[in-house]
């Protein structure tokens, strides 16, 4: 009789239903082991629409995607209409405002583009053996493109976070390859946009970004983060036609200091500059003083150092921003 295949080695057993938890498991360890090996620090997350391309140049075809994540086209029916379109009424009614839409969209595709570039050069310049405030994406297209982008076009490491879905996708070209994630639970996922991420920057985008967004807000709000987050919600043409957080505040539902959780933006250099005020206060600021008052060799070590150095039972069971306030 032939040996028996190892447990870790069954396939079928790991892909079944019995082996869920070592997959859940694996999606914490295997990429906690790639960010001590690449020595990342922390991250600033890039959260926005996957579904529209940039504009390369003036003369390109702008595109409308089929769904998040996905490399197929939508059907010409939903694609923004040509200027010949509009110019002899052969074009419909939402084909026209998508025409408008998606220039408007091309121009935060190169927003995020250059925001991710302007940050990615500043951290760069941070005194550390760490990498830090590293641009992270949800790894495909449109935004999440454009973020890799800006930071591979200045030099940077930059991270990718793909999620497996039933129709085709794929990671863009921009990613540090060491730093391409592919997760198959969009909740571990999640957990690693959250663990990381010391600063936070919406784009425009459909039911993934707002789910993203508002659970770290949700997550901020409710003090289950122990750590200060930065949010930059950017674009707030479109993000005030989306909702109305005034009407929450008017009814109740939340308090006026929760609008405090987020800054809007609607420029790279606006959006860059309450990254850099709120990182410099929350983090550096801060670690530059403990670093000259408090040299001794009984200082305990930060949370930040403990992870990336090795980490002990206590990191696995209680992430940073999942620990509640005393």
Request: aromatic share 12%; no cysteine.
């Amino acid at each position: 009789m032939e040996r028996a295949p190892l447990a870790y080695e069954n396939l079928g057993f790991l892909n079944s239903a019995d082996g869920r938890l070592i997959r859940i498991v694996s999606e914490f360890l295997e990429p906690l082991a790639r960010f001590r090996r690449e020595q990342i620090q922390d991250t600033v997350v890039f959260f926005g629409s996957a579904r529209f391309r940039g504009r390369e140049e003036a003369d390109h075809a702008l595109e409308l995607l089929d769904n998040t994540g996905s490399t197929q086209p939508a059907p010409s029916e939903e694609q923004p209409a040509k200027p010949v379109e509009i110019a002899t009424g052969t074009a419909t009614d939402l084909q026209r405002k998508r025409a408008v839409a998606a220039v408007e969209m091309a121009r935060y595709y190169e927003d995020a583009r250059r925001l991710a570039q302007l940050l990615t050069q500043w951290a760069k310049t941070i005194p550390s053996r760490k990498h830090r405030f590293v641009v992270t994406s949800g790894g495909g297209p449109g935004i999440m493109e454009a973020a890799n982008r800006g930071a591979y076009e200045a030099g940077g490491k930059t991270i990718g976070m793909n999620i497996l879905l039933p129709f085709e996708q794929r990671p863009n070209p921009y990613i540090t390859p060491s730093l391409n994630f592919e997760f198959h639970y969009f909740f571990m996922r999640k957990l690693w946009f959250a663990y990381l991420a010391k600063a936070l920057v919406v784009f425009p985008g459909g039911f993934g970004t707002l789910d993203e967004m508002f659970e770290i807000l949700t997550l901020a709000q409710t003090q289950k983060m122990t750590k200060k987050i930065t949010v930059v919600i950017y674009g707030p043409e479109y993000w005030k036609k989306v909702f109305n957080l005034k009407v929450l505040v008017d009814t109740g539902a939340i308090s006026p200091k929760d609008l405090d959780l987020f800054k809007f933006a609607d420029s790279p250099e606006e959006a860059f500059e309450l990254l850099r005020q709120g990182l410099t206060e929350n983090y550096l600021a801060a670690e530059a003083a403990s670093a000259h008052g408090a040299h001794s060799e009984t200082r305990k070590p930060s949370h930040d150092e403990d992870l990336m150095a090795g980490w002990n039972m206590d990191d696995f069971l209680s992430p940073e921003f999942a620990k509640t306030r005393k």
